[in-house]
């Protein structure tokens, strides 16, 4: 497949942005190879500019729930567009995306909404810190929640550790009052809460940046139970699975209450958008009704929430939508197992509504220690030869896979023909 243009174009970003590419994962470090320049995309194709078509099952890393360019959130936001892009001002849309978030989750009472997912994340332990008045955290190995400064740690060593900063320019009196769980394990949770003084617990509880590993229902019962115990604040990270893995997220599977959630990507429609939210008496501490800070000149902008708005909509007229997209994930990952057996390939998989995630692991994974002994050689053999027939899967192991409603039986098919020829190389 020709792609001497994306080359091209990649070598000249590289003289003017850093790395090439404004996010790490897009320069294809992990899988080799050039990053692939998109033209455009159209339902569940996306064309780079080398005319290569690919069938994508990144979607934007989860917004496009409907595809590319669907038709409704199109015109939803030309129109907003005609009336002006941003305003600094409130407008009438962002209320009603607020209504129509929060009628979906009684134990959630009210919503403010910022630009990003880190934004979301950031903000919440901002308040859940102010509201408990307690400085430590915890978070869990693995689980990624945006780059804030406090959120960036590495593991460390021993059974219960606090933080160290995993990137350079992260101060260490920041991430020493991050403490480092495992997921799935309550009682590494439990000798954190011994450790430390703990304000808030933040966890994805279906996982997306370790592809896609959902938390066992148990443990966030019984996490659940400790937060409450420790009058520490439960935050549910549902930026990726909020309305992705169903209409209400992990709530909608799991009926677990958590003190505050974090959404993003879908009620974006595929603009920038977070949203926090949480129970009446956690965020009328923030500003301007109380006195935790936080602002945006770009929180609630009328084009993004008139995008999100249009594919909310969408989604609560027709809940059955999730079955559709769950029964084409499971004939996908299980189609992949089934291949795999055939030619002795380990392989694990998991999947929630329209998220997907697999492993070249030999044994289903239950943390992040578990992914990390993944092949990912293999996975990066099977994404350059996947991309090469005109699939694009995530160019990281770690990352979940998402299908949308513009999928179709037949796309799933050739997808499996095509993975059954890579699989011999494999």
């Given at each position: 497949?020709?792609?001497?243009?994306?080359?091209?174009?990649?070598?000249?970003a590289?003289k003017?942005?850093?790395?090439?590419?404004?996010?790490?994962?897009?320069a294809?470090?992990?899988?080799?190879g050039?990053?692939?320049f998109?033209?455009?995309?159209?339902?569940a194709y996306?064309?780079?500019v080398?005319?290569?078509?690919?069938?994508?099952?990144?979607?934007?890393?989860?917004?496009?729930i409907?595809?590319?360019?669907?038709?409704?959130?199109?015109?939803?936001?030309?129109?907003?567009?005609?009336?002006?892009?941003?305003?600094g001002?409130?407008?009438?849309?962002?209320?009603?995306?607020?209504?129509?978030?929060?009628?979906?989750?009684?134990?959630l009472?009210?919503?403010?909404?910022?630009?990003?997912?880190?934004?979301?994340?950031?903000s919440?332990?901002?308040?859940?810190?102010?509201?408990?008045?307690?400085?430590?955290?915890?978070?869990?190995?693995?689980?990624?929640h945006?780059?804030?400064d406090?959120?960036?740690?590495?593991?460390?060593?021993?059974?219960?550790?606090?933080?160290?900063?995993?990137?350079?320019?992260?101060?260490?009196?920041?991430?020493?009052?991050?403490?480092l769980?495992?997921?799935?394990?309550i009682?590494?949770?439990?000798?954190?809460?011994?450790?430390?003084n703990?304000?808030?617990?933040?966890?994805?509880?279906?996982?997306?940046?370790?592809?896609?590993?959902?938390?066992d229902?148990?443990?966030?019962?019984?996490?659940?139970?400790?937060?409450?115990?420790?009058?520490?604040?439960?935050?549910?990270?549902?930026?990726m699975?909020?309305?992705?893995?169903?209409?209400?997220?992990?709530?909608?599977?799991?009926?677990?209450?958590?003190?505050?959630?974090?959404?993003?990507k879908?009620?974006?429609?595929?603009?920038?958008?977070g949203?926090?939210?949480?129970?009446?008496?956690?965020m009328?501490?923030?500003s301007p009704?109380?006195?935790?800070?936080?602002?945006?000149?770009l929180?609630?902008?009328?084009?993004?929430?008139?995008a999100g708005?249009?594919?909310?909509?969408?989604?609560?007229?027709?809940?059955l939508?999730?079955?559709?997209?769950?029964?084409?994930?499971?004939?996908l990952?299980?189609?992949?197992?089934?291949?795999?057996?055939?030619?002795?390939?380990?392989?694990?998989?998991?999947?929630?509504?329209s998220?997907?995630?697999?492993?070249?692991?030999?044994?289903q994974?239950?943390?992040?220690?578990d992914?990390?002994?993944?092949?990912?050689?293999?996975?990066?053999?099977?994404?350059?030869?996947?991309?090469?027939?005109?699939?694009y899967?995530?160019?990281s192991?770690?990352?979940t896979?998402?299908?949308?409603?513009?999928?179709?039986?037949?796309?799933?098919?050739?997808?499996?023909?095509?993975?059954?020829?890579?699989a011999?190389?494999?």
């Amino acid at each position: 497949m020709n792609r001497e243009n994306s080359k091209k174009l990649f070598k000249n970003a590289q003289k003017y942005i850093v790395g090439g590419v404004n996010s790490p994962v897009r320069a294809f470090q992990s899988v080799g190879g050039t990053p692939v320049f998109i033209k455009k995309g159209k339902g569940a194709y996306i064309t780079d500019v080398d005319n290569n078509k690919y069938l994508d099952y990144i979607q934007s890393w989860g917004p496009l729930i409907f595809g590319h360019c669907d038709k409704d959130i199109e015109e939803a936001i030309i129109e907003t567009v005609k009336n002006g892009t941003s305003f600094g001002a409130p407008t009438e849309v962002e209320t009603t995306l607020a209504k129509e978030v929060l009628e979906l989750f009684p134990h959630l009472d009210k919503i403010r909404f910022v630009s990003s997912g880190t934004e979301a994340t950031m903000s919440a332990i901002r308040v859940a810190r102010g509201v408990s008045g307690k400085d430590d955290i915890i978070k869990f190995k693995g689980g990624y929640h945006g780059h804030s400064d406090s959120l960036l740690v590495s593991a460390g060593s021993g059974a219960v550790t606090f933080g160290s900063p995993s990137s350079p320019g992260v101060p260490t009196d920041l991430t020493k009052h991050t403490l480092l769980a495992d997921y799935n394990d309550i009682q590494s949770v439990k000798k954190c809460f011994e450790a430390g003084n703990v304000g808030c617990v933040i966890i994805e509880p279906i996982a997306g940046n370790m592809a896609l590993l959902p938390a066992d229902k148990e443990f966030l019962l019984e996490l659940r139970e400790l937060c409450t115990k420790n009058s520490a604040i439960l935050i549910f990270d549902e930026v990726m699975s909020g309305f992705r893995a169903n209409l209400k997220g992990s709530y909608g599977l799991l009926d677990i209450e958590a003190d505050m959630v974090t959404f993003g990507k879908v009620i974006g429609g595929g603009m920038p958008v977070g949203a926090f939210a949480g129970k009446a008496e956690i965020m009328k501490q923030l500003s301007p009704e109380g006195p935790i800070y936080q602002a945006g000149t770009l929180s609630g902008n009328p084009v993004a929430m008139s995008a999100g708005l249009a594919s909310l909509k969408k989604l609560k007229s027709n809940p059955l939508i999730y079955d559709d997209l769950e029964i084409k994930a499971n004939v996908l990952m299980k189609g992949f197992k089934d291949i795999c057996e055939e030619n002795s390939i380990p392989f694990h998989y998991n999947v929630r509504g329209s998220m997907f995630g697999f492993f070249f692991n030999d044994k289903q994974p239950k943390n992040f220690d578990d992914v990390c002994n993944g092949d990912e050689k293999r996975y990066a053999k099977f994404q350059t030869e996947m991309l090469n027939k005109g699939f694009y899967f995530a160019p990281s192991a770690y990352e979940t896979g998402f299908i949308c409603v513009a999928m179709s039986d037949f796309d799933i098919d050739k997808t499996l023909a095509a993975f059954r020829e890579v699989a011999k190389s494999l």
